[in-house]
């Protein structure tokens, strides 16, 4: 059975410093694995992906991430942390053996101090 | 292209009522997801269609429905609202049915009285 734990429920981090959230997964087959932002009121938005590439995956706003199998993760990194980082941001994992349904993990709030 | 589109964003119900929300997905994407965000649950899968088909639902009451039409336009019905049911309705449209990245609509804010 397919399953995200998201290590911290809230992180919080000074303006300039660098960003840890992490990610652990759970998948029966080779997994897909995505990091998704929400600012509030808003829907979800795409960070990144890994779908058995490259295992270093760059996405937007200078966040990437790394797949490690051997520890079953996937934590999202920034190396400086800027104040529109703030927000919600949830892990995801789908693999072909339940087609395209998502779990996600029960996300991370981010809180960036000037 | 245009991205995932819901409507209506808001919405007031009263108990008993039902109600029905809009989704349509981006140009092209034929898998629409719906999703149920609520501050003790989380984010919560709803069902996904592909081609008109229902081909996963979570762990939902029947009184959450939904359908696809040819366009791939997407609704979801919810029947006998409950106070529970307040939530955030999130719609997703991927390109297929495989594991490929999900794009979400703003979502549809339903509130129960």
């Known amino acids: 059975a397919q399953s995200v734990t998201q290590l911290d429920s809230h992180v919080s981090v000074s303006e300039g410093t660098p960003v840890l959230l992490r990610c652990n997964y759970s998948?029966?087959?080779?997994?897909?694995l995505f990091w998704y932002v929400q600012h509030p009121n808003k829907g979800l938005q795409l960070l990144l992906k890994y779908t058995s590439a490259a295992t270093l995956v760059k996405g937007i706003n200078g966040f990437e991430a790394e797949f490690k199998k051997s520890e079953t993760s996937f934590h999202l990194t920034k190396p400086s942390a800027h104040m529109s980082d703030a927000a919600e941001y949830f892990c995801v994992v789908s693999d072909w053996d339940t087609g395209n349904q998502f779990y996600f993990g029960t996300g991370t709030s981010l809180t960036v101090i000037p | 292209k245009a991205g995932v589109t819901q409507t209506p964003r808001y919405l007031i119900k009263t108990r008993g009522q039902q109600v029905t929300l809009s989704c349509s997905p981006i140009?092209?994407?034929?898998?629409v997801s719906w999703y149920q965000q609520t501050p003790g649950q989380g984010l919560q899968f709803l069902f996904e269609y592909f081609s008109e088909t229902q081909r996963n639902k979570g762990n939902f009451p029947g009184r959450f429905s939904g359908r696809q039409f040819s366009n791939s336009r997407s609704e979801m019905n919810v029947s006998t609202l409950e106070l529970g049911d307040s939530a955030l309705y999130l719609c997703?449209?991927?390109?297929?049915?495989?594991?490929?990245?999900?794009?979400f609509g703003p979502g549809t804010r339903l509130t129960v009285t």
């Open positions: 997703a449209s991927s390109l297929d049915r495989t594991a490929y990245e999900q794009y």
């Open positions: 140009s092209g994407h034929r898998s």
């Open positions: 998948s029966s087959y080779s997994p897909s």
